[in-house]
T-cell receptor, first 113, second 115 residues
């Protein structure tokens, strides 16, 4: 079946603007994760959904970042008042109940100018 | 909290030869999983190999194998018969057991396979 998809592939925005990044998980996967990968670094955890609820949002850097998953499938990561330091690749992953079997999407490269 | 350390920023290997990528980790957990992920320039993170901490036998997947030393908290990846398509960034990652815990990644290592 189809893998995890993310849109857009690339997003360029001006400092101070609002952006939304979308993730479509593998069908039937109940868990969904967002990670942020800065240049030359490994991915860092942002937030994890189990179904519709955020089970762990401890990785969100501040209150400008918010994510939703209203129907337990597609998720949107929302960033308000973007800053240049938000520039990174945002990765989404999904999994079934088995811990660790996370399947990643191709990521969205966000550039804040 | 868990930490994963990959101290080699980059490595190079001749095609068809063998290369070993190093990883160490720190945790107070007793039950966990360790992974190696490959990330080519396309950005797609691909699972290469997985090791359950409770298993003493080292995991093997075709040309990829690991040397898991639980007491030393070491988890290295050996790639045999290196191919040009192995050129990518490789990340070591840790996850504790339990429902859908988050992955903790190392900084990664850039592997270049020379023709």
């Amino acid at each position: 079946g189809a893998g995890v998809s993310q849109t857009p592939s690339n997003k360029v925005t001006e400092k101070g603007k609002y952006v939304e990044l979308r993730c479509d998980p593998i069908s039937g996967h109940t868990a969904l994760y967002w990670y942020r990968q800065s240049l030359g670094q490994g991915p860092e955890f942002l937030i994890y959904f189990q179904g519709t609820g955020a089970a762990d949002d401890s990785g969100l850097p501040n209150d400008r970042f918010f994510a939703v998953r209203p129907e337990g499938s597609v998720s949107t990561l929302k960033i308000q008042r973007t800053e240049r330091g938000d520039s990174a690749v945002y990765l989404c992953a999904s999994s079934l109940a088995t811990p660790g079997e996370q399947y990643f999407g191709p990521g969205t490269r966000l550039t804040v100018t | 909290a868990q930490t994963v350390t990959q101290s080699q920023p980059e490595m190079s290997v001749q095609e068809a030869e063998t290369v070993t990528l190093s990883c160490t980790y720190d945790t107070s957990e007793n039950n966990y999983y360790l992974f190696w992920y490959k990330q080519p320039p396309s950005r797609q993170m691909i699972l290469v190999i997985r090791q359950e901490a409770y298993k003493q036998q080292n995991a093997t997947e075709n040309r990829f194998s690991v040397n898991f030393q639980k007491a030393a908290k070491s988890f290295s990846l050996k790639i045999s018969d290196s191919q040009l398509g192995d050129t990518a960034m490789y990340f070591c990652a840790f996850i504790r057991t339990g429902a859908n815990s988050k992955l903790t990644f190392g900084k990664g290592i850039t592997l270049s396979v020379r023709p």
